[in-house]
């Protein structure tokens, strides 16, 4: 299963969010992207953020556009010009905003599990 689902019914993706897929969206990757999250958080190693745009999925389900879904744990981390780039067993997804408050501190605290502080991305 490339990640699950949660049957989150609220609000859709705001212009905001939409700015920052549509911008990623047309920025060159190294490997093809399966789908853009936005309002990202980490827990427990997953990304759990809001679902855009997921092209490649095998024989998965397809989620639609603005459902909560977290992926498998991340073993890649990578910036990719202005968006940070996270691969997991299932997947590569480009994450395009951070929850307020808790996502871009998730994300550090990751990274700083991840590597010793000397290192860089």
């Known amino acids: ?3 699950s689902v949660i049957d989150y019914r609220g609000k859709e993706l ?9 911008r990623a969206m047309s920025q060159q990757h190294t490997s093809p992207i399966t789908a853009y999250l936005s309002d990202v958080f980490i827990s427990s ?3 759990v953020g809001k679902v855009f745009g997921q092209e490649h ?18 073993y890649d981390l990578r910036k990719s010009g202005r968006y ?8 590569v997804y480009v994450l395009t905003s951070f929850k307020r408050t808790t996502g ?3 994300l550090r605290a990751l990274i ?10």
Do not use: N
């Open 1 to 3: 299963m490339s990640g």
């Open 14 to 22: 705001s212009a905001f969010q939409l700015k920052r897929i549509i």
């Open 45 to 47: 190693e997953c990304a």
């Open 57 to 74: 999925i095998g024989s998965h389900k397809h989620y639609a556009h603005g459902h909560l879904m977290k992926t498998m744990p991340i």
């Open 84 to 91: 940070w780039v996270i691969t997991t067993r299932c997947g």
């Open 104 to 106: 871009r501190p998730s």
């Open 112 to 121: 700083a599990v991840a590597d010793p502080p000397d290192a860089h991305f």
